[in-house]
């Protein structure tokens, strides 16, 4: 008897993307239609968008009935919008997530899900031998890349090249047991979800992938890099011993997010901070 494929949610967050998620949302349609037999979903996760996001997407879906907008008129976050979506993962055996500007293409997101016969999440990276770039960053975006993941590294010892690259696949029972831990709703969300999958005794693999960068990112090394700096300290602090005792120190932390016009961290499960 053949095997049943695996069904497939991917999930595209966007803020104010008009200009760029069409193409994009129509490319992955088409060619998932074409080259992947199991069932396949895209939700767009709007969060806070002032632009026609959402019209866009909407048009996409006359086309492509596997398109469908998960809408959030507040700003959320990159990683709000992603802890959101996540809330669906019971309804696909794979989830994951690519940006909303197209640097990874539909093919190289597929390698990514292919290989999940092999690890319980499988993260795409720029930074590994057999990556292609097509496109590279500018200087000082590299420069501030690998500064923060010499960050991370001295912080979580993951080992992980490329914990930043937007193209991520997971199994089902890897986001439903991790789900509770997601709670940084900016840029550095990924971070926590790759630290809470190794918490959990979940094995990560990590391949060279396909990308280019793309015109108008929505990363500011300004207040961004202070942002994800912040959360990824946080992160940090939550899995030590004296978190606790910092409890004091939350409203402090909450305006310091909300001075970095931020989305500040979520609270967990039956906490009140």
């Given amino acids: 008897m053949t095997p049943t494929v695996p069904s497939l949610l991917l999930l595209i967050p966007a803020y104010n993307e008009?200009?760029?998620?069409?193409?994009?949302?129509?490319?992955?349609?088409?060619?998932?239609?074409?080259?992947?037999?199991?069932?396949?979903?895209?939700?767009?996760v709007s969060n806070g968008c002032v632009d026609n996001t959402a019209g866009v997407v909407r048009r996409a879906t006359q086309d492509y009935s596997e398109i469908r907008l998960l809408?959030?008129?507040?700003?959320?976050?990159?990683?709000?919008?992603?802890?959101e979506g996540l809330k669906l993962a019971p309804s696909a055996d794979f989830i994951g997530y690519v940006d909303a500007d197209g640097a990874t293409p539909p093919h190289a997101f597929l390698d990514?899900?292919?290989?999940?016969?092999?690890?319980?999440?499988?993260?795409?990276?720029?930074?590994?031998?057999?990556?292609?770039l097509h496109q590279a960053q500018s200087s000082r975006r590299q420069f501030a890349s690998r500064v923060f993941h010499a960050i991370v590294q001295a912080l979580f010892w993951m080992n992980i090249h490329d914990t930043q690259c937007g193209a991520k696949v997971m199994k089902r029972s890897?986001?439903?047991?991790?789900?509770?831990?997601?709670?940084?709703?900016?840029?550095?969300?990924?971070?926590?979800?790759?630290?809470?999958l190794r918490?959990?005794?979940?094995?990560?693999?990590?391949?060279?992938?396909?990308?280019?960068?793309?015109?108008?990112?929505?990363?500011?090394?300004?207040?961004?890099?202070?942002?994800?700096?912040?959360?990824?300290?946080?992160?940090?602090?939550?899995?030590?011993?004296?978190?606790?005792?910092?409890?004091?120190?939350?409203?402090?932390?909450t305006w310091v997010y909300h001075w970095l016009s931020a989305p500040p961290p979520r609270p967990g499960p039956n906490s009140p901070n």
């Fill in 174 to 196: 890897a986001v439903e047991q991790i789900h509770s831990m997601l709670r940084i709703a900016d840029m550095a969300f990924d971070i926590n979800l790759l630290y809470s």
């Fill in 112 to 132: 990514l899900v292919n290989a999940l016969d092999r690890a319980d999440c499988v993260i795409g990276s720029r930074w590994i031998p057999g990556a292609v």
């Fill in 71 to 83: 809408d959030f008129p507040e700003p959320i976050g990159k990683g709000g919008a992603l802890i």
């Fill in 199 to 253: 918490q959990a005794g979940f094995k990560i693999l990590e391949l060279p992938t396909e990308w280019t960068d793309q015109t108008g990112s929505k990363v500011k090394l300004g207040k961004t890099s202070l942002t994800m700096l912040l959360s990824v300290i946080r992160l940090r602090l939550v899995y030590s011993p004296i978190y606790p005792w910092l409890r004091p120190l939350r409203p402090l932390e």
């Fill in 18 to 44: 008009e200009h760029r998620i069409e193409p994009v949302l129509r490319n992955y349609a088409r060619f998932f239609r074409e080259q992947y037999s199991g069932r396949f979903e895209i939700v767009v």
